[in-house]
């Protein structure tokens, strides 16, 4: 679905009074968002239940930042949804988000193809279990004509180990005779990270009141804006979205220069 005024101020009506829908300005949307998606086992224990209800409910909230996204004209959303640390978990919830991350993919199809999302997945995908890589590698094909919102999901994802594998690929190529040492560049890094070709995140969102990056995109989120929010992700919605952008539209990005007005 492309972007339109219309669906915009459909989507965005009945605002709550602390957030200014007409204060965006849609020229200076984030191009590019990545949230890490944290707080969903503390969602579920507040309230008595599995951990596993906290992943289930984590997913409705994905679904309408996705939707808030296309509304909102933004090019690519990355999300961390497994890191490599995270296989250290109980054998029990791994199981459970391996499954999850299957069915959501299957059920969410539709939504993919409605509002012309196109999937993308960062990570070592060799390590998944079977069905689980199956079920990924047919959204990829089913979206890959797609046009619209990028949604890039990091899986057995670690950013340590994105950077490591980078080089490798560079020492073979120089090993082999492809390529000079010297042509080692930082574009040369970046055509060889899982992100390639996205543009780095203008903006980073995490959830539940942490402020850490987690090995999350270390390379990538060099220049980015940062936003970290109480609020716990099964509870994120289109307005904490808005929130976070507002605070971003406010902030002056210098890229290591300095502004007029210094």
Not at 238 to 253: E, G, K, N, S, V
Request: net charge negative; aromatic share 10%.
């Amino acid at each position: 679905m492309a972007f339109s005024q219309e669906a915009y101020k459909a989507y965005f009506a009945d605002a709550p009074d602390d957030v200014d829908v007409d204060g965006i300005d849609l020229k200076r949307v984030p191009r590019h968002i990545a949230v890490i998606m944290d707080g969903n086992g503390r969602w579920a224990q507040r309230r008595n239940l599995d951990r596993g209800y906290g992943h289930a409910a984590g997913v409705s909230a994905l679904k309408e930042v996705i939707t808030a996204c296309v509304r909102l004209g933004v090019g690519a959303l990355t999300v961390y949804a497994f890191s490599t640390e995270n296989w250290n978990r109980p054998k029990e919830e791994v199981d459970l988000l391996m499954s999850l991350f299957a069915s959501t993919l299957i059920d969410e199809l539709p939504l993919m193809h409605r509002e012309d999302v196109r999937l993308k997945y960062l990570g070592d995908m060799d390590e998944l279990p079977d069905d689980t890589r199956a079920t990924f590698e047919r959204g990829l094909s089913e979206t890959a004509d797609h046009a619209g919102l990028t949604l890039a999901v990091a899986v057995n994802y670690g950013s340590r180990a994105e950077i490591a594998r980078a080089a490798r690929i560079l020492a073979r190529r120089c090993t082999s005779g492809e390529m000079d040492p010297g042509q080692i560049d930082e574009q040369a890094i970046e055509r060889e990270l899982y992100t390639f070709p996205l543009p780095d995140p203008d903006l980073l969102i995490r959830t539940s009141g942490e402020q850490r990056l987690s090995n999350f995109l270390l390379w990538q989120l060099s220049y980015t804006e940062m936003v970290f929010t109480d609020v716990l992700w099964p509870d994120f919605d289109r307005w904490d979205l808005m929130r976070a952008i507002l605070t971003y539209q406010r902030r002056h990005r210098r890229f290591g220069g300095v502004s007029d007005d210094e």
